[in-house]
């Protein structure tokens, strides 16, 4: 079973209002909500006052905030404040991540660690048991709309293995280039939250719609 989360880097910012009310009566409890700095990723997006304004939308949706920035340590704590329930961020620009993943877990939110596509998953042995999830990127991390990176299927199922033997409850999200044609399959593979920006919010009027339809398809 899987957890569909919405990515609003692919809505309309003009109706940003009006199409989470949307995802929202499709049933979507997880948003996923990118923020990209213009250094370790090269697009700017936005900042707390976007987490806080989705916060004051939904006030009961879980806010997953994916920081693709360079110095996550530096602003954190503002995004926890802004109303973010889980903050991930990339384990390529904090190589001592131990003690960020700390500051996030005292502040009172969950902490995950985000991984690059080429970066091998044997990095996160040690500190797999603290974390809530790993964001694996299936495609580099920046844009949206790009296309799967082939072999990915196989990172999933490796970290999979790696979690249930152990007896964790680490989970596995994964983002980018999630289409009808993989999400029951990536699904099946271990994937539990699955972030997906064009394939919800390119449909414009029909996201409650697309919503069930791809919720129902990973349940
Ligand atoms: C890409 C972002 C993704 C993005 C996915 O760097 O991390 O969350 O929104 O977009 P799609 O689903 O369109 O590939
Ligand atoms: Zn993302």
Redesign the pocket.
Known sequence: MALLAP?ILSCDFSRLKEQLLMAQEGGVEVI?I?VMDGHFVPNITFGTLIVEAVRKILPKAFLDV?LMIQNPQDCYLDFIHAGADNISFHLEVVPDFDFLINLILKAGAKASLAVAPGTPVHMLDQILPKLYMVLLMTVNPGFGGQKIIPGMDQKIIQLKKKIKLRGLNTLIEI?GGIHENNIEYLASCGASII?AGSLIFSQEDKITQKVREISDKIK
């Open positions: 990515s996923h990118d994916h983002d972030a």
